[in-house]
């Protein structure tokens, strides 16, 4: 217990699936949690949970793609809470469709959130955590931001993307204390992978090589998360951790 006592911790993408395990998580462990979503009943229910626990979490509405409310939302925190210690670029969307099929609008959005989203947040987070004396931001990439797969090429080229950014975010900010790394998830038992996994054929087809020969739950991947944003982690820069349960082992 504490292995996050007292950082102040913002988690984009909070209100369901991944991003509420990791609130859950890390407050558990004594963060202050910032849940941030375009939701705010689910973000506001996620939040009130946490408190009933006995846990420090605040709502706050946030679309990620938005760039002058990231600057609010940073403002905020630092207004409540005096820093911002950890950031958490969770918020993803997935589209599952071949590079045939696929509307340049459909690119732009996946781009836009997946992408655009994780830049936005880390470049507003950077002053905060420079006058705070450093930080961790910990991009959300995907076992499809390391090999490809039928069926999805917009979403595998946004997670090769944060894969590379979180490099070359690594490479800038570790000069401050910044320390800048990626987790890859497998499949993941997730209200944005339900539908696909009910199908038998979907089931198998999406578990592919996985050694575990089963989906992770969330609190798996959460497990990866609460490393990186703790001090168990401080020479851990610019890495991949992979969650796939040896997806990508073969």
Known sequence: MGRVQDKVILVTGGAMGMGQAHCELLA?????LFVADVSAELGETVAAGIRQRGGRAE???LDVI??????SVVEQIVERAGRIDVLVNNAGILLMKPVHETSTAEWDRIFNVNVRGPFFGTRAVVPAMRQAGGGSIINISSIYGLVGAPSACAYEASKGAVRLFSKACAADLAPFNIRVNSVHPGVIETPM?????????????????????????????????LFLASDESSFVVGSELVVDGGYTAL
């Open 28 to 32: 558990s462990e004594g963060a202050r």
């Open 59 to 61: 709502f706050l509405d």
């Open 193 to 225: 992978t339900k539908d696909l996994l009910s199908d038998p054929a979907n089931h198998k087809a999406l578990l592919g090589a996985t050694l575990l020969g089963r989906a992770a739950q969330p609190r798996e991947v959460s497990a990866a998360v």
């Open 66 to 71: 938005d760039e002058a409310r990231w600057s």
